[in-house]
């Protein structure tokens, strides 16, 4: 999956204290050093900043158009 910044993802699975069904704005993406393939991800609800492996991650989509 192609992750971009600003895009709005999900968690495939519970991680840690976060839950699936919570959305998450993609702020930067790693690319360099040890954390390569890793993402950097503020949650829309609470403001809480984290990185997450970006398999973890899939596009959070609506039924809009």
Known sequence: ??????DLVH????VGRSKPHEI????DLETAGRFK?????????TGEKCQYNS????????DKK
């Not at 999956?1 to 600003?6: A, H, L, R, S």
């Open 1 to 6: 999956m192609q992750i971009k910044t600003g």
């Open 11 to 14: 968690l495939e699975k519970r």
């Open 24 to 27: 998450w704005i993609v702020l």
């Open 37 to 45: 393939g890793f993402v950097r991800v503020q949650n829309v609800h």
């Open 55 to 62: 398999a973890l991650l899939q596009h959070f989509k609506t």
